[in-house]
């Protein structure tokens, strides 16, 4: 790909030193490093294998809560949650007393590294398989940004590309499937090769980490079929840098059978109605999860009980934090005016949710399987070419997923003498 600029952006803080090849940025969402590990253990990513024994891979911090709408924000602006404003997929809006889905660029507090990119010359494309991403992923992007689920339906004018399905050579995938993240990657390599991008966010879905666990065949297949696209970024000479937002496990009892615990039921049992829960994980996909995560937040409407209230959650079985607002904002990295009175973090094996009756589990596909929570915190990252020695150290402290952009483009160049 000729003609790629190499000029300098900064963006939130940090600058950015871009190198003269195509850089991608994947969000592998839900993916769990034990999906990576059983998928190379089975032969099935050797271009990831590739990837990894020429570059770069290790373990990294998401944020919380470990949800999607979250963690892609601050994957594009490089920021926690406290800064970029992003707090959850649907929180309560005191302003205006009611609960609203997260998906508005308007929520957004932080310029993105993408718009930056694209003002500083490279062509930006974002590929999202979640329409509900977009908005906020294509903030004062001057660029391509369409999703998977919307593909039949992009416009020049409204999306930066027309007839995205004949440039991929695929028809629009239901968002339920495998093919809606497939079809993101094709994308990516379609719009690279076509000379359409040189600076692109690939944003996948987590139906098949929801629906299958790592060593399935159905989570293998998956996981294949990715690493030939992965392929074919390489020979285009892509730099890739691969993470993912959150991680996934189980959420299920001995028997099978969903392990929640309903915390308003439970807070009403004990204390009397004056509690509102919000689970942050509720988004328009109910198939995937069925609104229920590992991570909740409350708004006590007497303040006098909130000590009361939280030391009593703390002692109960499968809760493993629970912090008032100070605390919580503190140690979690959320912006106070949009949170609760408490924050409540549970068990590996257990969601949290409202009431029974707010939660439909006739709709999921198969087990639960979930996120949200400080099991699904820590997720993989993976650079396709080697880090210089300033990088390297900083893999060996606390890197976040969110600084795989700055890892991408900073840390694959050889640094200046001094």
Same mark, same amino acid.
């Given at each position: 790909?000729?003609?790629?600029?190499?000029?300098?952006?900064? !963006?939130?803080?940090?600058?950015?030193?871009?190198?003269?090849?195509? #850089?991608? !940025?994947?969000?592998? $969402?839900?993916?769990?490093?034990?999906?990576?590990?059983?998928?190379?253990?089975?032969?099935?990513?050797?271009?990831?294998?590739?990837?990894?024994?020429?570059?770069?891979?290790?373990? !990294?911090?998401?944020?919380?809560?470990?949800?999607?709408? *979250?963690?892609?924000?601050?994957? *594009?602006?490089?920021?926690?949650?406290?800064?970029?404003?992003?707090?959850?997929?649907?929180?309560?809006?005191?302003?205006?007393?009611? +609960? !609203?889905?997260?998906?508005?660029?308007?929520?957004?507090?932080?310029?993105?590294?993408?718009?930056?990119?694209?003002?500083? %010359?490279?062509?930006?494309?974002?590929?999202?398989?979640? +329409?509900?991403?977009?908005?906020?992923?294509?903030?004062?992007?001057?660029?391509?940004?369409?999703?998977?689920?919307?593909?039949?339906?992009?416009?020049?004018?409204?999306?930066?590309?027309?007839?995205?399905?004949?440039?991929?050579?695929?028809?629009?995938?239901?968002?339920?499937?495998?093919?809606?993240?497939?079809?993101?990657?094709?994308?990516?390599?379609?719009?690279?090769?076509?000379?359409?991008?040189?600076?692109?966010?690939?944003?996948?879905?987590?139906?098949?980490?929801?629906?299958?666990?790592?060593?399935?065949?159905?989570?293998?297949?998956?996981?294949?079929?990715?690493? *030939?696209?992965?392929?074919?970024?390489?020979?285009?000479?892509?730099?890739?840098?691969?993470?993912?937002?959150?991680?996934?496990?189980?959420?299920?009892?001995? $028997?099978?059978?969903?392990?929640?615990?309903?915390?308003?039921?439970?807070?009403?049992?004990?204390?009397?109605?004056?509690?509102?829960?919000?689970?942050?994980?509720?988004?328009?996909? *109910?198939?995937?999860?069925?609104?229920?995560?590992?991570?909740?937040?409350?708004?006590? $409407?007497?303040?006098?009980?909130?000590? +009361?209230?939280?030391?009593?959650?703390?002692?109960?079985? %499968?809760?493993?934090?629970?912090? $008032?607002?100070?605390? %919580?904002?503190?140690?979690?990295?959320?912006?106070?005016?949009?949170?609760?009175?408490?924050?409540?973090?549970?068990?590996?094996? #257990?969601? #949290?949710?409202?009431?029974?009756?707010?939660?439909?589990?006739?709709?999921?596909?198969?087990?639960?399987?979930?996120?949200?929570?400080?099991?699904?915190?820590?997720?993989?990252? #993976?650079?396709?070419?080697?880090?210089?020695?300033?990088?390297?150290?900083?893999?060996?402290?606390?890197?976040?997923?969110?600084?795989?952009?700055?890892?991408?483009?900073?840390?694959?160049?050889?640094?200046?003498?001094?």
């Amino acid at each position: 790909m000729n003609n790629i600029s190499t000029l300098p952006f900064s !963006v939130n803080g940090k600058t950015y030193n871009p190198p003269a090849q195509p #850089v991608v !940025v994947i969000c592998m $969402d839900g993916s769990a490093d034990e999906y990576l590990n059983s998928a190379m253990a089975h032969e099935r990513m050797p271009n990831l294998k590739k990837m990894v024994a020429q570059g770069y891979r290790g373990v !990294v911090r998401g944020a919380l809560p470990s949800f999607t709408n *979250v963690n892609n924000t601050s994957i *594009v602006t490089g920021l926690s949650p406290a800064e970029h404003g992003i707090c959850g997929n649907y929180f309560y809006n005191a302003d205006n007393n009611e +609960e !609203v889905m997260m998906n508005s660029s308007a929520y957004l507090r932080a310029d993105t590294l993408l718009a930056a990119a694209a003002s500083a %010359g490279r062509k930006v494309a974002v590929v999202t398989a979640k +329409e509900k991403l977009r908005d906020i992923l294509s903030y004062k992007l001057s660029g391509i940004a369409f999703s998977a689920e919307k593909a039949n339906q992009t416009k020049q004018d409204t999306h930066g590309i027309e007839n995205a399905e004949q440039l991929v050579g695929y028809k629009t995938p239901a968002i339920y499937s495998a093919e809606a993240s497939l079809f993101v990657l094709r994308a990516g390599v379609a719009l690279i090769a076509n000379g359409m991008a040189d600076f692109l966010y690939l944003s996948l879905t987590d139906y098949m980490q929801h629906t299958y666990a790592p060593d399935t065949e159905q989570s293998l297949a998956f996981y294949q079929a990715q690493d *030939v696209e992965l392929g074919k970024m390489l020979k285009l000479g892509a730099i890739i840098a691969a993470t993912a937002d959150h991680g996934m496990n189980a959420k299920v009892k001995a $028997d099978g059978s969903p392990n929640v615990l309903f915390i308003e039921t439970m807070l009403t049992a004990k204390f009397g109605s004056d509690f509102r829960v919000i689970c942050p994980i509720t988004d328009p996909y *109910v198939k995937h999860h069925g609104a229920l995560g590992s991570y909740a937040v409350i708004y006590v $409407d007497d303040k006098s009980k909130i000590t +009361e209230v939280r030391n009593w959650l703390a002692l109960q079985k %499968g809760i493993t934090e629970a912090y $008032d607002k100070e605390a %919580g904002c503190r140690i979690l990295e959320q912006p106070a005016d949009r949170t609760g009175d408490l924050f409540v973090l549970s068990a590996r094996d #257990v969601v #949290v949710g409202k009431t029974a009756a707010h939660h439909d589990l006739t709709a999921l596909d198969g087990t639960l399987r979930s996120h949200g929570g400080r099991y699904e915190e820590m997720v993989p990252m #993976v650079i396709s070419h080697p880090l210089n020695a300033v990088y390297k150290m900083k893999a060996q402290g606390d890197p976040r997923n969110f600084d795989i952009f700055d890892f991408a483009i900073n840390g694959t160049h050889a640094e200046k003498p001094l």
